[in-house]
């Protein structure tokens, strides 16, 4: 009796380990940016250019609005006291893979820690590859915040949830982070659905359902990442001036494929 137990334990731990293994290799690594140097690589990211959006408007080439340091890619975001030609009130920085790197089927994640503001608003996300048109095209938000809060959204964006108002199934969830410490944010894309992370907890999963209405899901396909300190805007309301300059410090951005 003691053999047999001993026979069945050996072969469950056997199980397990075979299990581990299983997990660990289930995604390699295939891309990754460590923001290594003292500047960014301009064959991998962009500057994102100023545009009349929200989230854009203050985007600026402004260099105080970008750090390389220690292995982290620093963004700001600043009063504009330095460009007297720049009728902005505020400046902000961000950077793009638009035409230079697309990321598919996989699970992309980001470590960072986010600076407190009021107005503030970071944010990672992804825009189709080919440049389709938005909404068409779809967006993926990996990671937004506002002001100084204790939770991080993550959402999807479709002519599906955006023109004909579909919230079923819900387009998005909130994830609890450390408000000031660094999190990893993280999604897997898989032609059938999106699964979205914080921290290695699962937040929410958007599926492709069978539906006739159109741009249920358009995320079939590659995409640009932006990495952006955002400021101000109908979301996250006003900017207080005193709380400025805010920083996002980004450690790393890594990309897996099964």
């Known amino acids: 009796m003691k053999h047999r137990v001993f026979t069945v334990l050996c072969f469950a731990a056997v199980c397990a380990a075979c299990e581990v293994v299983k997990e660990k290799e289930a995604w390699q690594l295939v891309w990754e940016e460590n923001f290594d140097g003292t500047s960014f690589d ?19 080439d402004f260099d105080s609005c970008y750090r390389v340091a220690d292995g982290q890619l620093i ?6 006291e330095f460009l007297p030609d720049d009728t902005a009130g505020f400046l902000t920085g961000g950077l793009y893979t638009r035409n230079k790197a697309g990321f ?3 699970r992309i994640e980001i470590r960072a820690m986010l600076g407190r503001a009021t107005g ?23 990671m937004e915040r506002l002001n100084g809060e204790s939770i991080a959204y993550q ?12 919230r079923e199934p819900p387009q998005g969830a909130t994830g609890t982070i450390d408000p000031d ?15 979205f992370y914080i921290n290695g907890a699962h937040t929410f999963t958007y599926p492709r359902i069978e539906t006739d209405r159109e741009g249920q899901f358009p995320f079939d396909r590659e995409f640009y990442l932006l990495l ?12 207080e001036p005193a709380d400025l300059p805010v920083e996002m410090h980004i450690d790393w951005v890594k990309f897996y494929k099964k």
């Open 42 to 60: 301009a064959s991998r990211w962009s500057k994102i250019p100023r545009g009349t959006s929200d989230w854009n408007n203050y985007m600026s």
């Open 75 to 80: 963004l700001r975001g600043l009063r504009n």
């Open 104 to 106: 598919g089927h996989g």
């Open 120 to 142: 503030a608003w970071p944010a990672f996300w992804l825009l189709p590859f080919d440049n389709t048109p938005w909404p068409d095209g779809g967006e993926i938000d990996i």
């Open 155 to 166: 959402t999807v964006h479709s002519p599906y949830t955006y023109r004909l108002n579909i």
């Open 181 to 195: 410490g660094y999190n990893v944010y993280a999604v897997e894309l898989y032609a059938d659905s999106l699964s």
């Open 228 to 239: 952006d300190m955002q400021l101000g805007g109908s979301w996250v309301g006003r900017v």
